[in-house]
């Protein structure tokens, strides 16, 4: 399952429910304590190791999960858990209190690494309508293989595959070791994260940018070409399925013709829908595409052609 939340696991989300079905949908943003309470209410019980002759294994320790009884991991004796909430008190303290909503949180392979997803208060509008949230995202692990990782995205993050592409397109990651004083080195991140906002608006600033740069139905089409064109493909099936996406690309923009939506970001947006909203094929193969795969190229192709017209 490559979404990683199996068995014991909980998950929880606001408003919209997740590509796999799994978990509770709860109406309007979670407060931590909510957010909390349904995807992960339990603690990591670090306990001694013993050999078969009964004596002590010194210098390592095993990660329990309270609730269940479950080992997490083997870690050395200098490992710091970070509780789960304690991983919420974090992400509630980097915004004035009360004002961080929570749009997802969830754990995955059985309380392993947990995530939580926090929405911060500021939005913003390319266009009229066309709103975007500004999420702040916190990876655990209580099986000694990572560090904690916060960083800022875009990307609602609601699994283990969604989690992988906030990372790869993330520029920021803070890193925090699970050794020494976690929660002071949490203490210290608040402040380098506080200018996390500086690259959520330099991706606002380039959307206004392809929002201010007109763009014809005819340049469209050569954009379309640059984004996915035919000889790329490698056979009559890809020849096919891209005529097909360009044909479907075209007409999608062409509902902007002669309004003042004919721009770069229309022109941009008209292809990733198309891509997003292709129809046919089994749910998590099409969303490892849309994700990882030739999908998610097209898109970020899109992305990096409409910053080039704009750039000439």
């Not at 696991?9 to 407060?31: C, F, S």
């Not at 019980?45 to 294994?57: C, F, K, M, N, P």
């Not at 609730?67 to 509780?83: A, F, K, M």
């Not at 009559?236 to 509902?255: D, F, H, N, V, W």
């Amino acid at each position: 399952m490559s979404h990683e939340i199996e068995g014991t696991d909980q998950a929880v989300y606001a408003n919209e429910p997740a590509w796999h079905g799994l978990g509770t949908v709860v109406r309007g943003a979670m407060t931590s304590a909510q957010a909390l309470e349904m995807s992960g209410d339990w603690e990591v019980v670090q306990e001694d190791l013993y050999l078969q002759d009964g004596s002590a294994l010194s210098g390592h320790k095993a990660n329990i999960r309270s609730d269940t009884r479950e080992v997490l991991g083997v870690v050395s004796d200098r490992y710091r858990v970070l509780q789960n909430s304690e991983s919420f008190k974090f992400t509630d303290a980097l915004v004035e209190e009360g004002s961080m909503r929570y749009e997802a949180a969830f754990t995955m392979r059985r309380g392993k690494r947990m995530a939580i997803l926090a929405r911060m208060p500021q939005t913003d509008e390319v266009t009229p309508g066309d709103v975007q949230h500004r999420y702040i995202l916190l990876l655990n692990s209580h099986d000694g293989t990572g560090a904690i990782q916060v960083l800022p995205t875009s990307v609602r993050v609601v699994c283990a595959n969604t989690r992988r592409l906030a990372l790869n397109q993330a520029t920021e990651v803070l890193s925090i070791t699970h050794v020494g004083d976690v929660t002071a080195k949490l203490t210290e991140a608040r402040t380098v994260l506080g200018l996390v906002s500086s690259q959520f608006d330099a991706d606002i600033n380039q959307a206004k940018l392809l929002r201010e740069y007109p763009l014809p139905q005819h340049e469209f089409a050569r954009y379309v070409d640059r984004v996915i064109s035919v000889d790329d493909a490698s056979g009559p099936r890809a020849l096919k399925r891209i005529g097909r996406l360009q044909t479907e690309m075209t007409s999608r923009y062409a509902m902007t013709a002669g309004t003042k939506h004919e721009n770069a970001w229309m022109g941009f947006n008209a292809v990733t829908n198309v891509v997003n909203h292709k129809q046919g094929g089994q749910r998590e193969r099409r969303f490892n595409s849309l994700m990882f795969g030739s999908d998610r190229k097209i898109q970020d192709d899109a992305w990096s052609e409409a910053l080039e017209l704009v750039s000439r």
